[in-house]
């Protein structure tokens, strides 16, 4: 099964661009990148997804290697709400039975 | 609208006892799913469903029983509690498996 690697941590500095990043070599062609994050006590919340040319909505960007093999998440300027689990998973719509979550990146904001 | 709805959010269960969690959505989502979230890791899929009257497991579905008998609704039993069960729940739904899924906002679930 297609899966995701991503740091454990990283830290930013309020009103600063974070980029976060993840690795899934064995992504499949039908396989869509998601990003959700999660605040403490809370239910995961969807942030953006695609699945070969970069995306972009109000809360954030997605940038997506030519290869597939790699994303990166980018919110362009962090604010103290965005401090949270990110998790990046993949989602297939002829297996869905593989979509798992990883450990995701904690990602600290100072301010 | 509502989104995806979980009741209770807390439950304490003791050993060997059962129950029903349960999950419902109003937004005629085909596909909904089960995570277990243990502490300080990430979600584990434990059953999803695909439609109406089908469903499969997951990667961590023993001890847990699932049904769809409408659209709506996805109720995830426990069989016969174990403290190794205490965990967060959450119930998801999306249109389909590679769309935006919405999450619920969890049930706290310890089994002494």
């Known amino acids: 099964d297609a899966k995701t690697t991503q740091p454990n941590s990283m830290e930013s500095n309020e009103e600063e661009p974070v980029h976060l990043p993840c690795n899934h070599s064995?992504?499949?062609?039908?396989?869509?990148i998601h990003w959700y994050r999660q605040l403490p006590s809370q239910g995961p919340e969807y942030v953006i997804h695609?699945?070969?040319s970069n995306v972009n909505n109000r809360m954030a960007s997605l940038a997506i290697a030519e290869d597939r093999k790699s994303s990166t998440l980018i919110l362009h300027r962090a604010t103290l709400r965005d401090a949270a689990v990110y998790y990046c998973?993949?989602?297939?719509?002829?297996?869905?039975?593989?979509?798992?979550f990883g450990d995701g990146t904690t990602l600290t904001v100072k301010p | 609208n509502a989104g995806v709805t979980q009741t209770p959010k807390f439950q304490v269960l003791k050993t060997g006892q059962s129950m029903t969690l349960q999950c419902a959505q109003d937004?005629?989502?085909?596909?909904m799913s089960w995570y277990r979230q243990d502490p300080g890791m990430g979600l584990r899929l434990i059953h999803y469903?695909?439609?109406?009257?089908?469903?499969d497991q997951g990667e961590v579905p023993n001890g847990y029983n699932v049904s769809r008998s409408t659209t709506e609704d996805f109720p995830l039993r426990l069989l016969s509690a174990a403290p190794s069960q205490t965990s967060v729940y959450f119930c998801?739904?999306?249109?389909?498996?590679?769309?935006?899924?919405?999450f619920g906002q969890g049930t706290r679930l310890t089994v002494v």
């Open positions: 998973i993949l989602r297939d719509n002829t297996n869905a039975g593989k979509s798992t």
């Open positions: 469903s695909v439609g109406a009257g089908i469903t």
């Open positions: 064995t992504i499949s062609g039908t396989d869509y």
């Open positions: 937004m005629n989502h085909e596909y």
């Open positions: 998801a739904s999306s249109l389909f498996m590679n769309t935006e899924a919405f």
């Open positions: 695609g699945l070969t």
